[in-house]
């Protein structure tokens, strides 16, 4: 591609399209030996050694003078100071969609289950809470409040008694959005600890950070390679991969908003992807001019326009109906439909993470504080998982009671399975519950 | 202990029980270096050169003399005439079972939702079958019938509309249980390749191997592997742990039948786990008594005394309520309760993959028949996640369709946050769809 153009373009019609949009969603998390031994160092230490190791690896990486493990939790009061430090304006937007993603959940949670069979053997599955988590929430730049939110509050509405934040502060600076939000979100305990020693100290617990069931969010490579490590130990959530979106327009939508939520992608990072799907070549060019003029505005510039050239695309397709079927191919993490009859388009998508109808539906609505959660999918693993939901922090135990004469029945039909599976013990099992007169009581 | 002893015995009031109970279950999967660069070549091959790939390992590792895939291809008139050549009992078995498991996972399916605010904004979740779905069975003498049906009928109840099946037939030998098994439960088709190059093939496509979107079920340590290693590309289920059953007596029951449950867990594997929590020595005493009498008459006693020996118990423990916190920290893949208030002791218990309830609930029954699911959550993983399910085999996608009048109120939350986090494009694309009089419509 020429280093003068702000964007890929290609043509569904044209021979090598598929070839050339393969190229540009391919994506291979990198697997970086380094990180993969200084991560398998560091969670050694931390289960050998515990809170001691956690401390010497949090001075030395965050650039900290803590003496004991005690100065790195903060108690409710100090979430409660970030909280009445906010700006009244932050903190009604903050609890605006701390309300609004908590409506959203409390749909999702899932209830148990149980029903009687006519020999009276009752079956069911019951739900309940993992009962605790932990929540990993990067520091720095990459500090997102809006991330706090949308994986805590799942946790909290499926029921998680005790919800575990770790967050990095380098030099000892804190974020009080992110600490505010963990006061919305109903955070119970917080440490500034991160990167794999963070992971390791919730995985393996120590003296002073309880051991968790399962570990959330976001994180560098370091901590995703803990996370990796540490899953079995622990549940974890889906490893994500840059960010994307996928607009499928008619034509039919204003230009600006679709370059502009084509940015709102691209800034998140280099690598993010940012495609527009449109039949109609002429808007596809007022999208492209679009792009120009309002790039140079743009405080992110430099971030959007890299990602734009190296992974963005404007694609011409044949029709909607090529759009959609290429939009399940891609599986994105983002879909945005921009058209007049987004529903009729919606139908024919198999595959994407979140589906935004209409041109109102902007991602960053989503992002924020539409209600669903913004933890989706990434890498086209929308073919075969959900967003972060209620259901991550619930799980299931089958219940099984058997009636005398349930066993009766079942008796005979686990015996049979069983001997044909050479497994003598448990035909036996089920012999052992069957009435010695053989007539079913 | 001594190599006299049957099974191990611990006492919860002694001094050294936490750490003999934590030694007994400890439990880490190993990961073995060889296993891994043998998997990561094959599956490296399987990518670059496909069915050749395929066809040149599973004519080497299964003793095979295919000259084409086409001949790894088993038609569906193979799977009827296997279902054709069962006894008449053991089809009706197998079927009687198929029809129970598919009533209890017709309960899981989950239903898509939406609601519509009252400005119009219409918020949901979609919930769709996974497109394809690979599914692992083992052959040889770890090919049980039981298993296709329980791993093959919830991603057919979940609506998965090709369910592709591979089953390694060493030496050319079928399994004709097993492909009766895949016909009653709707697999669609099957391929007689296994090992890390099924895997590969299943994860990347080949020409004659359809690519698929998730791999479930049971296999080796170098099927684990492969399936581990292809995570991300495609979805997998859990990878297992040695079986385990817990049972909490209160001395109300059958000795023989715990006696025969416990064996029927340890008949698995000389590495499953069996234990008995009990709060009354006599009762402990009768059914050691239990064990000793009825091993020797087990065809597969050997494996059953090397898994008692090595890794089952009889506890005694303090009371029944003291057996449930011990089992809640367990979270034991199944825990059968025994007892005349079965249910009054499960509702104590957190985490288990399947409770049964009742002298007449033996585990046999749930593994073949009962309708649950037999894959269940082993090594403590039953702390954050469930039985194989239908949820398993769909997935979720996020719908946002805000109105007009909605992305004024969200837009100026989201706007706000966006500034917060630095995130301009974020807040402008919000901005841009708010009225420019500034009013609400």
């Known amino acids: 591609m020429s280093d003068k153009r702000l964007i890929n373009e290609l043509d569904s019609s044209s021979a090598d399209f598929r070839q050339r949009l393969d190229a540009l969603i391919a994506w291979e998390p990198s697997q970086d030996e380094a990180v993969e031994r200084t991560v398998a160092g ?17 001075n030395r990486f965050d650039r900290m003078q803590a003496h004991s493990m ?18 009244d304006e932050d903190r009604q937007a903050l609890e605006a969609a701390a309300a609004r993603v908590r409506a959203f959940h409390e749909r999702q949670r899932g209830e148990s289950w149980s029903y009687v069979e006519a020999d009276g053997t009752r079956l069911g599955q019951r739900i309940n809470a993992i009962e605790r988590v932990g929540l990993y929430v990067p520091g720095g730049k990459a500090a997102y409040p809006s991330s706090v939110l949308m994986n805590a509050i799942p946790a909290k509405v499926a029921g ?47 003296a002073s950070v309880p051991k968790v069931d399962k570990i959330v969010g976001p994180g560098n490579s370091y ?67 679009a792009i120009a003029r309002l790039l140079p505005q743009m405080p992110r510039r430099d971030v959007i326009a890299a990602s734009l050239a190296g992974r963005g695309a404007l694609v011409r397709v044949r029709d909607m109906e090529e759009a959609c079927a290429l939009a399940s191919d891609i599986a994105p993490e983002h879909l945005e439909i921009i058209a007049a009859e987004p ?76 001997h044909g599976e050479g497994l003598q013990a448990h035909a036996r099992a089920a012999e052992m519950r069957l009435d010695p007169s053989g007539t079913e009581p």
């Open 42 to 58: 560091i969670l050694r230490e931390v289960r050998a050694r515990g809170d001691e190791a956690v401390l010497e690896y949090t």
């Open 343 to 418: 529903s009729r388009w919606a139908d024919r998508i198999r595959h994407a993470g979140a589906m935004f109808l209409g041109p109102w539906s902007s991602e960053a609505l989503g992002d924020y504080c539409a209600g669903p959660n913004h933890v989706l999918p990434t890498m086209r693993t929308a073919r075969f998982s959900s967003p972060l939901g209620v259901y991550d922090f619930q799980k299931r135990s089958s219940i099984i009671e058997v009636s005398r004469a349930g066993a009766q029945t079942l008796g005979r039909i686990a015996s049979r399975l069983a």
């Open 70 to 87: 005690a100065e790195l939790e903060l108690g409710h009061e100090a979430l409660e100071a970030a909280l009445a430090w906010l700006q």
């Open 223 to 289: 901590v995703a390679e803990a996370k990796r490590r540490v899953f079995g130990t622990v549940g974890i959530d889906m490893i994500a991969g840059p960010s994307e979106i996928l607009v499928l327009a008619d034509g039919s939508g204003d230009p600006d908003w679709i370059a502009m939520d084509l940015f709102s992608q691209a800034e998140h990072d280099e690598l993010a992807q940012s495609i527009l799907l449109c039949p109609d070549p002429v808007f596809i060019g007022r999208v492209r001019d």
């Open 160 to 206: 998680v008694p005790e919800l575990v934040m770790v967050v990095p502060t380098p030099d000892g600076v804190r974020n009080p959005m992110v600490l505010a939000a963990a006061a919305i979100a109903g955070v119970n305990r917080v440490f500034t600890i991160g990167g794999a020693q963070a992971v390791g100290a919730l995985a393996y617990g120590t």
